[in-house]
């Protein structure tokens, strides 16, 4: 008996270690360097766009770039991936910063400007908040803010120096170490034939093969995103549908802990005499019709935020409902994000 478990002992060995190497080293989702991320920084700070990236902290680069950056925005853009079109270019001659990361709960809205403001990057101007129906959505399941949580803590003066460890981030990102299926996509990675291409590559053009962010930490999304026919298109917005709705699945009824959360937000950044305004990206017509129909928790969203937008005189662009501000099919890349011309579109609606 001895023998056999000192003979599993020596064949594990080998695998243990190869399967910690593997994603320490390949680490396709960059969770153990931050080179990749500082690749990112240092090109927007040559006042460069940076192309050829993917599977990067969209988080720790927000966090980098304020820590580096000198020079403060007129506007900040705090949201998620439906926010990430909005650039300079819809500001004359205004300096933007976009700070959207993807998925972004409030509470990633809430650490992304605790972070500007403990860095003396607060804009000059305005902030404008993306509005998700997940913003107030309890049940969504998004975790990555977690990574960060002490600048959450820090925002409602809680004591940051609790560290849940179970539930933090550094535990989650140590677990990959060990992990089968973090293994697996190693693999894949590691294997791709552009994978040694795959590297921030600097550049002064907007459009590229690949997806691309521009100085203001903007994104422009690959080449055949952005060529897509109808016909593509709505077969995502189909797909869309048919995987389930991304981080409203669950989702009964907002959070009143969030909604206070989120005034309390507001409440901060009036006090520092910034301007608020709020965007609201719509679904694609296809998806908004099942939402409408099944998903209450949406229109009640809606109509919390056009209410507290009056109340406050905040100014909305957009809405969840593409109808509402003329958005149809060509307007979109799939089932939840606008495309260039339809976040045009909406920045430019009265």
């Not at 403060?72 to 705090?78: C, Q, T």
């Not at 990574?147 to 003066?157: Q, T």
């Not at 969030?258 to 950044?269: A, H, P, S």
Request: hydrophobic letters at 35%.
């Amino acid at each position: 008996m001895t023998k056999i478990i000192l003979k599993t002992g020596l064949i594990s060995i080998p695998f243990f270690f190869i399967l910690v190497s593997t994603n320490y080293y390949v680490d396709p989702a960059k969770r153990f360097n931050s080179i990749y991320e500082q690749k990112i920084v240092d090109i927007f700070l040559r006042g460069k766009y940076a192309t050829n990236i993917s599977n990067y902290d969209e988080r720790l680069v927000i966090h980098k770039l304020a820590q580096q950056r000198t020079k403060k925005a007129d506007i900040l853009i705090l949201g998620s991936s439906r926010s990430m079109l909005i650039n300079q270019s819809h500001f004359g001659d205004f300096e933007v910063f976009n700070g959207s990361v993807s998925s972004a709960c409030l509470q990633d809205l809430i650490i992304n400007y605790q972070i500007m403001k403990d860095n003396d990057m607060l804009p000059e101007k305005k902030i404008i908040l993306g509005i998700d129906p997940w913003t107030f959505n309890d049940n969504n399941n998004e975790k990555r803010w977690k990574w960060n949580e002490s600048k959450y803590n820090k925002f409602f003066k809680k004591d940051t120096k609790v560290i849940r460890l179970i539930e933090s981030n550094t535990f989650s990102k140590y677990h990959e170490l060990i992990s089968l299926s973090y293994f697996q996509s190693s693999i894949r990675y590691f294997f791709k034939t552009d994978v040694l291409l795959y590297f921030p590559t600097e550049t002064s053009v907007k459009y590229n093969t690949t997806k691309t962010r521009l100085t203001d930490n903007s994104i422009v999304y690959n080449e055949s995103v952005r060529t897509a026919d109808k016909n593509t298109i709505t077969k995502k917005a189909k797909k869309y549908i048919q995987n389930g709705m991304y981080m409203i699945d669950d989702f009964h009824k907002p959070s009143v802990t969030l909604v206070k959360q989120f005034e309390t937000l507001i409440l901060d950044i009036k006090n520092n005499n910034i301007e608020i305004e709020f965007f609201m990206a719509p679904y694609h017509p296809i998806v908004y019709k099942v939402i409408k129909k099944k998903y209450a928790s949406v229109i009640k969203v809606e109509n919390y935020i056009s209410q507290y937008a009056s109340e406050n005189n905040i100014k909305i662009y957009g809405s969840f409902n593409p109808e509402t501000i003329g958005l149809h099919t060509n307007h979109f890349y799939d089932g939840m994000h606008c495309n260039e011309n339809g976040i045009k579109q909406i920045l430019s609606f009265e």
